[in-house]
């Protein structure tokens, strides 16, 4: 067994493996958000500026992700305001038509570049069925802030609740954890179809607070200043 610290009793401390291979998947994941981000953005402003050079085409729902439909819709309304305040003539339905095609493939290829960030890739999708990320979406940050927080709040709960209950145990836990908030957030959102993902490791890391806190209320669960318990140490 690998030894990371001997406690005061002369006992060896677990290496809590399964912690840190949780924390390096975090950084990994947001490593790979980083990089795939400024492609995805490519897309988006590609997108953007099409729509801002023609106001009168239609951003589909699913599409969200690429240009916010709030955004769509008040560029729509100013569009037909001023053409009928300024007398502006239709523009002819078959050059209307191909222009929405032209500008639909422009956000089938940036849509297709978002998809591609861990964010949308792991994320749990609100779409009205049950999705298969429900056991990946808790990898995934978008923010350095996300992430350094997630890290943080994983390193002071994981090691201890690991150490205390053992690999097998520990990571039984915080599958089902993460398991049960990936359809809850589904099943929450079931006729809010927003197409934009559910992630973050908010599900996983309320499971082992509660573990925490239950396992601090075990008899003789030691007490740092006397105050904040220490379960598993």
């Known amino acids: 067994m690998f030894i990371l610290i001997t406690q005061a009793d002369g006992s060896a401390q677990r290496f809590t493996w399964v912690t840190y291979a949780i924390a390096l998947l975090f950084v990994g994941l947001f490593l790979q958000q980083r990089g795939a981000t400024e492609v995805a953005n490519e897309g988006r402003r590609e997108a953007i500026t099409y729509l801002n050079e023609n106001p009168g085409l239609e951003v589909a729902e699913h599409f969200r992700g690429v240009i916010p439909l709030e955004y769509a819709q008040a560029l729509n309304e100013e569009f037909l305001r001023e053409r009928a305040e300024w007398g502006f003539v239709a523009m002819p339905e078959k050059i209307a038509a191909r222009g929405q095609r032209e500008f639909n493939e422009i956000l089938n290829s940036a849509f297709t570049k ?120």
């Open 114 to 233: 978002v998809e591609r960030l861990p964010v949308w890739k792991y994320g749990v999708r609100d779409t009205g069925v049950l999705d298969p990320n429900w056991w990946g979406h808790f990898a995934a940050h978008e923010t350095q802030v996300a992430l350094m927080a997630s890290l943080i709040l994983l390193m002071i709960l994981g090691i201890a609740l690991e150490d205390g209950w053992g690999h097998l145990l520990f990571g039984g836990v915080s599958i089902v954890g993460i398991g049960v908030t990936g359809i809850a957030s589904t099943s929450a959102n079931y006729f809010d179809a927003t197409g934009y993902p559910w992630f973050g490791a908010s599900g996983l890391l309320a499971t082992l607070l509660g573990a925490y806190l239950i396992r601090s209320l075990v008899k003789g669960a030691p007490r740092a200043f006397g105050i904040i318990p220490m379960p598993g140490m």
